[in-house]
């Protein structure tokens, strides 16, 4: 009885001071996991150096898949390279940002599609606010004339697709709140006061229309173009109309975070916190709270996982800890560790040269369109990294 009782506290004691060390050590967790991602990202890029107008896109049946920058995820390689260099302050890092980032500059004129504002400010937006060059601006403000030609007054929103026209009038995507960035701070830098009010009505009647009472949002909401009232509310990359796509809860999340912090509007603050509770409270939330793809998904717990919604919930929550009071802060700030001691782990972080030189594994990109599943995605390493440094920052401060 004495030796059980002995070989407990033994492993209590052990069990506390592995739980003491592993606090003490995140800094050290995220110095590596930059190191990493350095590493990997400079392979990818000189991998595709020669490729002209080439850019990643994913690593699919053991093949490097690439896109030009007309994909949606363009800027986002251009965006990691801009954010390691930041953190690293690699010369070597830098040509390649300055590079990848050229790659993307003609979709300043892109008027077909709501993508135009992840395609420019993850990439020339790090750009320009890293270096401050002139010309990075231009490119930037071209942009958002751009995509804010994609407004409708009477509806209120920016159109997200223009496809499948017989289904939709006037479809908009959750997606959509991320493309809000690039307008307001366009606004803050011309002083056009356009693109600052575009963003308000896109995030004010995405929350009056996406969101269900549970606070769970559709994927797609088409509107009637002579109401201005939608018509649909579906899905197009989740389980079904009535499921919770959960990278599609991670973009609201990300996106009214940053409509708080751009506005200091409070009701954008009670949503991200609101919607943050929803996502973390779900009972289908793994405990590593790496979700599934769809928080519905059939097949749980054993459907698939996708890093890259862990990947902007963890970035959204680290910067929207900063918005609130103290127990919420502590909480927020547990459940983005946990999410990136568990993606810079061995389970998600690929070594180095294999991956197709991406920084993560298991991510989904769409499942009912059988599109790139359980692989990594450039846009999962951006938010990843990105997450990274945020919270990289916040223990400097403390």
């Known amino acids: 009885m004495r030796l059980k009782l002995k070989m407990l506290v033994a ?57 030009d920058s007309r994909w949606w995820c363009s800027g986002y390689f251009p965006g990691v390279l801009w954010y390691l260099f930041e953190n690293s302050k690699n010369n070597e890092v830098l040509k390649y940002a300055e590079e990848f980032t050229a790659r993307v500059e003609r979709e300043k004129y892109t008027t077909d599609n709501h993508d135009v504002g992840l395609m420019i400010y993850c990439s020339f937006g790090n750009g320009y606010r890293i270096t401050k060059k002139p010309a990075y601006r231009e490119v930037i403000l071209t942009a958002a004339e751009s995509l804010s030609s994609r407004y409708n007054e009477k509806v209120g929103l920016i159109r997200s697709w223009d496809f499948n026209k017989s289904q939709w009038q006037y479809p908009v995507i959750i997606d959509n709140m991320m493309n809000l960035d690039l307008l ?48 649909k509310k579906q899905t197009s990359q989740g389980a079904s109309d009535s499921s919770s796509w959960s990278r599609g809860q991670a973009w609201g999340l990300y996106g009214y975070t940053l409509m708080y912090r751009e506005t200091k509007d409070v009701h954008y603050l009670e949503m991200a916190k609101k919607i943050a509770n929803y996502i973390f409270n779900h009972p289908n939330m793994p405990s590593d709270y790496i979700p599934y793809w769809d928080f519905n998904a059939p097949g749980i717990p054993n459907a698939k996982r996708d890093a890259s919604a862990a990947s902007i919930m963890a970035s959204a929550l680290t910067e929207l800890s900063g918005y609130v009071e103290k127990p919420l802060r502590k909480k927020y700030l547990k459940i983005a560790e946990i999410q990136l001691r568990t993606l810079a782990s061995p389970e998600y972080t690929a070594n180095i040269g294999e991956n197709g030189n991406f920084i993560l594994k298991h991510s989904v990109s769409s499942i009912p369109h059988k599109s790139e599943v359980d692989v990594p995605l450039t846009y999962a390493d951006y938010y990843y990294v990105e997450a990274l440094l945020r919270m990289k920052s916040l223990l400097r401060k403390k």
């Open 11 to 67: 492993c209590f004691v052990l069990v506390s001071i592995h739980s003491i060390s592993a606090k003490k050590s995140l800094n050290v967790v995220i110095d590596k996991a930059l190191q990493h991602a350095t590493e990997q990202s400079l392979l990818m890029a000189k991998s595709l150096e020669n490729e002209v107008g080439k850019l990643p896109r994913s690593y699919v049946n053991g093949k490097l898949t690439t896109s």
């Open 184 to 231: 307001l701070w366009a606004s803050k830098e011309s002083g056009n006061q356009r693109f600052r009010n575009i963003s308000i009505s896109h995030a004010n009647k995405t929350m009056k229309h996406h969101y269900r009472l549970d606070m769970s949002c559709y994927h797609v909401v088409s509107y009637d173009t002579i109401t201005g009232l939608p018509h």
